[in-house]
């Protein structure tokens, strides 16, 4: 393999003898799985000081590993995007950064412990609205609990008041509803929005309207109610009347 090329994957906070093998093993996969071409790379050595994994690339993949790891950077494919992620988050868990090497020429950095993290934002107060089958509704104290199930298999809690939870007892097990309230969000240090403590106010019953039925509907319309009653006719067509304090 004269011809072939020789990438270079070095981790600075460990040796050959203190990184544990099972770690080794992660890096491994995941930096197979960014370079690509699995069939084509192949395993040299680790060399002697900082962790240097050694890897040869066959030089008929060269080009696709090329362009693989510029994806990788780039964001344009989501395994070899992820693969970068991943090192990224192993490397910065271990306290170390790492630089990826072709030959002599240092061609991606993974800054690790180095990259600056979010700060963490908030908690904030912020309305939300969410949709979805009634589950479950009642409580045992002077505010009450109802848990509705989205479309994308996904459950929500909302503290109610019990004369709430009244109104919406009919609906139990019964057509979409969309709850309308408040919840308390924040920005982890990993970046990621989170959501919790939603408490209800008001609700709305939805029709059970499937895309297909609502299209057929659409189609039906001349083209001057259409233009006319557009934004109306689409909030009849999946809402029905308010409900009303019970």
């Known amino acids: 393999m004269e011809t072939a090329e020789i990438y270079t994957f070095k981790i600075d906070a460990f040796t050959p003898e203190t990184i ?8 491994m996969v995941c930096l197979a799985t960014l370079l690509g071409e699995k069939e084509r790379v192949h395993f040299r050595d680790v060399k002697e000081g900082c962790v240097q994994l050694c890897s040869v690339v066959e030089r008929e993949a060269a080009p696709k590993v090329a362009e ?8 344009e494919t989501a395994e070899n995007t992820d693969a970068n992620k991943r090192i990224n988050e192993m490397l910065r868990m271990d306290n170390a950064s790492a630089q990826l090497m072709r030959g002599e020429t240092n061609i991606l950095l993974f800054p690790g ?8 934002l908030g908690p904030f107060t912020q309305s939300i609205e969410r949709d979805g089958v009634l589950l479950r509704i009642g ?12 479309g994308d298999g996904n459950t ?3 503290e109610t008041s019990r004369e709430l939870a009244r109104r919406l007892a009919p609906h139990l097990f019964g ?4 709850l309308f309230g408040k919840c308390r969000c924040y920005r ?12 209800a106010d008001d ?7 499937s895309l297909a039925e609502a299209v057929t509907t659409i189609r039906t319309m001349t083209a001057g109610t259409w233009e006319e009653n557009a934004h109306e006719t689409l909030l009849a067509m999946r809402s029905d009347e308010k409900s009303e304090a019970g």
Not at 20 to 27: C, F, G, I, Q, V
Not at 68 to 75: F, L
Not at 175 to 178: E, K, Q, T, V, W
């Open 68 to 75: 693989n790891i510029g994806k990788a950077v780039s964001g």
């Open 203 to 209: 609700f709305d019953s939805l029709n059970d309207v």
């Open 188 to 199: 982890d240090e990993e970046g990621q929005w989170q959501y919790d403590a939603f408490k």
């Open 175 to 178: 057509n979409p509803i969309r």
């Open 113 to 120: 412990i180095k990259a600056p993290r979010p700060q963490r």
């Open 20 to 27: 544990p093998m099972a770690r080794l093993a992660e890096y």
């Open 139 to 150: 409580g045992v104290d002077k505010s009450a609990h109802a848990i509705i199930a989205d």
């Open 156 to 158: 929500w809690s909302f």
